[in-house]
């Protein structure tokens, strides 16, 4: 006689995966001690133009952004940092060493009106007569009248 056994065995696996993530933070570089402030804006038939210096105590570590803001009669940029049209907001103000020399930016006006170039700080808290736009300490030129 021959006699057929089924034997049935259930098998487990445990797997176990270990993901190491490695995260790092990079603390940016703290308040370098610059403070920027516009000298002059005006406009001549082309472009309207402003110079801009590192007044503060120490050198800038990063470059820097400013915008163009616009608005057909009336402040560009109020004093409570209220502002009107954005009209250009790609320009880098390249690292400055303190109190040097200052430098010239610029915007080619599409429409007559007034024009604020706003500049940003490199550091998170007011100092003097600054504003805050979008959350960030700023400079702000005076009103250029553009009559084309």
């Known amino acids: 006689m ?7 065995s259930t098998t487990n696996a445990l797997f176990i ?3 190491k993530i490695k995260t790092s933070i990079e603390a940016g570089p703290g308040f370098d001690y610059s403070t920027l402030s516009f000298t002059n804006a ?3 038939s082309n472009e309207i133009y402003a110079y801009i210096q590192n007044v503060g105590p120490g050198d800038m570590t990063l470059n820097s952004t400013y915008y163009v803001y616009y608005s057909p009669n009336g402040n ?5 940092g209220e502002t009107g049209e954005l ?11 303190a109190n040097g020399a200052p430098i010239k930016i610029t915007y080619t006006p599409l429409k007559k009106g007034f024009y604020m170039f706003v500049a940003f700080q490199n550091h998170e808290k007011l100092i003097g ?3 805050l736009i979008e959350g960030s300490p700023v400079t702000v030129s005076k009103k250029i009248n553009v009559n084309k």
């Open 2 to 8: 021959f006699i057929s056994l089924n034997l049935t």
């Open 17 to 19: 995966s270990q993901a």
């Open 42 to 44: 005006s406009y001549d």
């Open 76 to 80: 560009p940029v109020g004093p409570h």
């Open 87 to 97: 009209v250009f907001c790609e320009g880098v103000i390249p690292k400055m060493a």
């Open 129 to 131: 007569n600054e504003l």
